[in-house]
């Protein structure tokens, strides 16, 4: 009898410890429901190390846990181009000394388009190039897979990664599976952004967990809802009518978002020392990017501009003329970063910090495996 006792009470205890296992491991877990952000367990430092942070750690430079910011161009060392302006938009570039090692990257559209990186349903991102990383910009959007996501944090991944999870937000109401002809079990590609300030805002607000999911549906919708508005026609596909990608797609809002594009795309190409742009619509500033170096600027200017060209159509007055204030959109810069620090988030390979103050928010994207390099500073309008 006392050693049936024992018997039973080392069963137990096995399956307590199993019971804990699966637990954390995300087993018992019920699947997100359609139109819910999915929530996977944080991998392990050990198990989120790739062959790059292998050979980190192997000659002593690990992801850091450290709450120092690494490399950075000073604000107060930004210099300014003249001002480009097609219609309500002018864009302001920001030149400046680049931090980041000239190695090869690719962004992410680049790296889904060559099939260099292979986005999984997951959300779990695998970069099958050689000797490329793949840069991940806060606020892409990733069409396909079971609704569209926006990613939430920058980060680059490393040649021949390991697959590993992504941090997402649902740009994509009610859809639960594939939509039409699309492959359901991962993503096809990455062409748009999160790129006005009202979509900024509301994703930044979420980050912060000072708004909802639901707030950044409700703000996809608003943008809906303007873009067809000022296009004087219908943007939203049927095939799902809460897709801001597709929505993005439509030929109207191309063809009217491509006037401001056009114009404005070959200015880059007079700076070769060009990190950022500061994005002005109706003579104010609304939001500005800088990066780590000119190459990885230029990449994602596209993208970018045409964010910017979004919100320009979106905020349109006809009739009316504005003047940018130099100095007024160059104090947009430094105004956050002398805000109330917010904090910091962290995840396997970035720290994010956030600074608030009245008038903007300003957010900080840092490599941990690069001793919190500063990989992009994100400003936007309060």
Wanted: hydrophobic share 35%; with cysteine; proline share 6%.
């Amino acid at each position: 009898m006392k050693h049936q006792t024992i018997v039973w009470g080392s069963a137990a205890l096995v399956f307590a410890f199993l019971l804990v296992v699966a637990d954390r491991s995300g087993f018992w877990a019920e699947p997100a429901p359609p139109g819910q952000p999915e929530r996977r367990p944080m991998p392990t430092y050990e198990e989120f190390l790739s062959p790059v942070d292998e050979a980190n750690r192997e000659a002593g430079r690990g992801l850091t846990a450290s709450l120092e910011r690494g490399a950075a161009v000073p604000t107060a060392d930004y210099r300014f181009s003249q001002p480009y302006t097609h219609q309500n938009l002018t864009i302001y570039f920001v030149r400046g000394s680049g931090t980041f090692p000239s190695t090869p990257v690719l962004t992410l559209q680049e790296a889904m388009e060559q099939g260099a990186a292979l986005v999984s349903e997951g959300v779990a991102i695998e970069n099958r190039s050689s000797n490329e990383e793949v840069y991940v910009q806060a606020g892409d959007i990733i069409k396909g897979g079971r609704q569209d996501r926006a990613l939430q944090y920058d980060e680059l991944i490393p040649p021949q990664s390991q697959p590993f999870s992504l941090s997402v937000w649902c740009v994509e109401q009610k859809r639960g599976g594939p939509r039409g002809t699309e492959p359901g079990g991962h993503f096809s590609r990455s062409r748009f952004g999160l790129g006005t300030s009202d979509l900024k805002r509301a994703a930044c607000c979420l980050s912060a967990g000072t708004s909802s999911q639901k707030e950044v549906w409700d703000t996809v919708a608003r943008t809906q809802n303007l873009l067809e508005q000022k296009c004087g026609e219908l943007a939203r596909a049927e095939v799902s009518p809460s897709s801001l990608q597709l929505t993005l797609e439509s030929h109207v809002v191309r063809d009217t978002v491509s006037q401001y594009t056009v114009a404005l795309r070959p200015a880059v190409l007079e700076h070769d020392d060009a990190i950022g742009y500061i994005a002005v619509v109706n003579g104010r500033p609304v939001s500005a990017d800088v990066y780590a170096s000119h190459v990885i600027f230029s990449k994602l200017w596209p993208k970018l501009l045409d964010g910017a060209g979004v919100e320009a159509v979106i905020r349109a007055e006809p009739d009316s003329a504005f003047e940018p204030n130099d100095e007024f959109v160059r104090y947009f810069l430094f105004d956050p970063a002398c805000g109330s620090d917010s904090g910091s988030k962290v995840n396997n390979r970035v720290r994010v910090r956030e600074w608030r103050t009245d008038q903007a928010i300003l957010l900080e994207y840092w490599d941990r495996s690069r001793d919190n390099l500063v990989l992009h500073r994100s400003f936007v309008t309060r």
